[in-house]
């Protein structure tokens, strides 16, 4: 499996941006997918998460009403659109595929990495 996060980018704060995460192969609808994001000098976090049937989201505090997951399994894509952006939230954004297909979205561990893909902020 591969996942090819794109969508990055230099933006203002308040504006907006889409990342996108391609997957490779035939069973991207059977998980579950999730952003985590890096800031510098942190550790890696969750930011958002999706079931593999879509039905289910997760958001960090941090981003909750902000940011949007959703996943077109057509395209073997997962999306999240982040919108009032802070410079805060300036990190290395990375898609995320789950550990176990249709799994019940309990504690879930993910298990294939996309590259990243840099978001910065300005203020």
């Known amino acids: 499996v591969q996942l090819q996060a794109s969508g990055g980018g230099l933006v203002q704060a308040g504006g907006s941006l889409r990342l996108s995460c391609a997957a490779s192969?035939?069973?991207?609808?059977?998980?579950?997918m999730a952003w985590f994001r890096q800031a510098p000098g942190k550790e890696r976090v969750v930011a958002a998460s999706i079931s593999w049937r879509g039905d289910s989201t997760y958001y960090a505090d941090s981003v909750k009403g902000r940011f949007t997951i959703s996943r077109d399994n057509a395209k073997n894509t997962v999306y999240l659109q982040m919108s009032s952006l802070k410079p805060e939230d300036t990190a290395v954004y990375y898609c995320?595929?789950?550990?176990?297909?249709?799994?019940?979205?309990?504690?879930?561990?993910?298990?294939?990495w996309g590259q990243g893909t840099l978001v910065t902020v300005s203020s």
């Open positions: 995320a595929r789950e550990s176990h297909r249709f799994s019940d979205f309990v504690g879930p561990t993910y298990d294939y």
């Open positions: 192969g035939r069973t991207f609808s059977y998980y579950g």
